[in-house]
């Protein structure tokens, strides 16, 4: 197998991998100007409700989403203008929710409600939460979890008073979050950092059903703690199926026969990761795994590569790989290449410096380094 194929069946792998994620339905509900733009821009990948397309479905309502994304935000407006909207509001959203269910499709299903209060604001409408609390009543049926967003919550201590408030409501909701979206500047000297996505993340990981969890992993920009703990878990997944491989030895030519699992770990992770990788990209990061920039052949090269790198695998008995050392490999190329998704999530990596030859070194380098088990 040449690495030009190897890349292909990788890029297919991946594509395959995002095309069959099912789609995460959010409702945004709030006022305008309390900040749900600038929430879905902070914790969504790609600056999604500035460069999504926006098609009206209802009166009070668009749906936000973007080629490649497995998303649609519906995103409320005209909130703020009085009581007949904000029952036309509610009315829309219950049709929205029933018609989700009757379609009996997870796509079509709104998967959760933001609702979202400014916090800047001293004091909560009574109107606001007797809304929420009509909607939870309505909500009895269908159950889609709702989450109450404390926007632009500059001061966590005011922040937490008013969370207090809500909760002494006693509504039927799954928590109430404070979050500051973007960084926000007091003046020249003091600036208060974003916080709080990464907690809202965790809570909808918690509410949503499973079937929607690798999908919120690739949306979402907000928990790179998610991704790498999603990815990890693919590597022990594909590092079980490499030990069910080689419980019979495999001779060390025939160690491409490993070669799916861990395509099939690759395309997870980069999946988890949210990334669209180009063809060049893919080829470079496939390239510095297989070692040596020239191989035009994996198996034996590859493998007599890895042995030399990983301590402990030297000493491969009888010229076969076991379970144990075939999963030990996987388990070193998955972290490899968590580290280097890692490193491109954090714009350590860049896409265009892996079309140089320092970025390409610096790629080998990396990837080295976790072969042998160092820590960065
Ligand atoms: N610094 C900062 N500004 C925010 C934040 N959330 C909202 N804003 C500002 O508040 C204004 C209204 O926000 P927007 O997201 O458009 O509200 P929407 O009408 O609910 O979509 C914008 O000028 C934002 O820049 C935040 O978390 N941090
Ligand atoms: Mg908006």
């Known amino acids: 197998m040449d690495i030009n194929q190897l ?65 649609q935000i519906y995103d409320t407006k005209g909130f703020e203008l009085g009581k007949n909207a904000q029952e036309e509001v509610k009315e829309e959203l219950r049709k929205l929710i029933a018609d989700g269910v009757k379609s009996n499709d997870v796509n079509q299903a709104i998967h959760c409600i933001w609702y979202c209060i400014n916090a800047v604001s001293n004091r909560i409408e009574p109107e606001e939460i007797e809304w929420i609390r009509k909607l939870t009543e309505d909500n009895q049926v269908y159950q889609v979890p709702i989450i109450i967003v404390l926007t632009q919550s500059i001061s966590k201590r005011h922040a937490q008073e008013m969370k207090k408030v809500i909760e002494n409501e006693n509504l039927d909701v799954v928590n109430v979050i404070p979050v500051l979206a973007q960084d926000y500047e ?52 594909a590092a079980a199926t490499a030990a069910g491989i080689g419980a019979a030895p495999i001779p060390f030519a025939d160690a ?25 990209v893919l080829t470079s990061l496939v390239s510095s795994v297989v070692g040596t920039a020239g191989a035009t052949f994996l198996g034996r090269t590859v493998v007599s590569n890895l042995c030399k790198m990983i301590p402990g695998i030297g000493s491969v008995a009888g010229g076969a790989i076991s379970g144990a ?52």
């Not at 490993?258 to 949210?274: H, N, Q, R, V, W």
């Open 186 to 237: 007091i003046d020249e000297d003091y600036m208060v950092k974003s916080y709080g996505l990464d907690t809202l993340i965790a809570l909808m990981e918690e509410v949503l059903p499973e079937e929607l969890e690798d999908t919120l992993s690739n949306v979402q920009k907000a928990s790179l703690e998610m991704k790498i703990k999603k990815s990890q878990a693919a590597v022990a997944t």
């Open 256 to 280: 491409a026969v490993l070669i799916p699992t861990e395509i099939t770990m690759i395309a997870s992770i980069t999946a988890f990761f949210g990334f669209e990788l180009s063809k060049s």
């Open 325 to 376: 050392t075939a999963s030990l490999m996987t388990t070193a190329l998955g972290e490899a290449y968590i580290a280097v998704m890692v490193a491109m999530f954090k714009g350590e990596i860049k896409e265009k410096d892996l079309q140089t030859e320092t970025g390409r070194k610096k790629l080998a380098e990396l990837f080295k380094e976790k072969l042998q088990g160092k820590k960065r």
């Open 7 to 71: 890349v292909d069946d990788c890029i297919n792998a991946v594509h395959e991998r995002i095309r069959n994620l099912n789609t995460l339905n959010v409702a945004i509900v709030g006022k305008t100007g309390v900040g749900k733009s600038t929430l879905v821009n902070s914790v969504f990948r790609e600056n999604l409700a500035e460069t999504g397309v926006g098609k009206p479905v209802t009166q009070h309502m668009r749906k936000i989403s973007k080629k490649g994304m497995p998303i």
